[in-house]
């Protein structure tokens, strides 16, 4: 299983604040770079989100990513119902001789 | 436009080879790595490996290496993941992406995504 852990599930209704949380240890988040990604159903990944707080350009500015110590957090502002898909994080992990690892996804919901 | 297109559907029996293919174009191929990436019916993401077209710097995850091969043709924008003996355990979506790299430790930021090769791996 994945290093890094995100709740399974996460849910609002339109218009709220939904945050998704991703919890790792020092040998990634906490000295690595970490990004996310949204997959829409039957979609491949798009990425939300990279080097931790930067928004590729087009992603709309109410997705916002945050890192503190070993954990990353991303936020979902003016949920809208497009926005339902699972999200992943990911990071690169130094151990076992170093690989990049996505976190355990968490499907979000809207009510 | 910038785009990565991947090979069609493939249907094997187990012990048999295949080599799905990624192809770039819209940018400079030989400028930004090139991941592969596995997912399982109903599962998440898992990374496989990573190749870097202009010199074939390749980097496997632990868990595949050995398992699969990863290269490139830079001339045709084009890269490749590969079996020599399927098993039914590999039956997924492999998607590739481009990335950009952030350091040795830094991690990718896979920007652009193939549409996905679904393999299926049955006797």
């Known amino acids: 299983q994945s290093v890094l852990t995100q709740p399974p599930s996460a849910s609002g209704t339109p218009g709220q604040r939904v945050t998704i949380s991703c919890s790792g240890s020092?040998?990634?988040?906490?000295?690595?770079?970490v990004y996310w990604y949204q997959q829409l159903p039957g979609t491949a990944p798009k990425l939300l989100a990279y080097r931790d707080n930067q928004r590729p350009s087009g992603v709309p500015d109410r997705f916002s990513a945050s890192k503190s110590g070993t954990s990353a957090s991303l936020a979902i502002s003016g949920l809208r119902s497009e926005d339902e898909a699972d999200y992943y994080c990911?990071?690169?992990?130094?151990?076992?001789?170093?690989?990049?690892?996505f976190g355990t996804g968490t499907k979000v919901t809207v009510l | 436009e910038v785009q990565l297109v991947q090979s069609g559907a493939e249907v094997k029996k187990p012990g048999e080879s295949l080599k799905i293919s990624c192809k770039g174009s819209g940018y400079r191929f030989t400028s930004y790595w090139i991941g592969w990436v596995r997912q399982m019916p109903g599962k998440g993401l898992e990374w496989m490996g990573i190749?870097?077209?202009?010199?074939?710097?390749?980097r496997y995850s632990p868990s595949f290496q050995g398992q699969v091969t990863i290269s490139a043709g830079k001339s045709i924008s084009t890269a490749y993941l590969q079996w020599s003996s399927l098993k039914a355990s590999d039956t997924a979506i492999y998607y590739c992406a481009r990335a950009s790299s952030y350091g040795l430790s830094g991690g990718y930021a896979f920007d652009i995504w193939g549409q996905g090769t679904m393999v299926t791996v049955s006797s």
């Open positions: 020092s040998s990634n988040i906490g000295s690595n770079y």
């Open positions: 990911a990071a690169w992990d130094d151990s076992l001789s170093g690989r990049y690892v």
């Open positions: 190749i870097y077209p202009g010199d074939s710097h390749t």
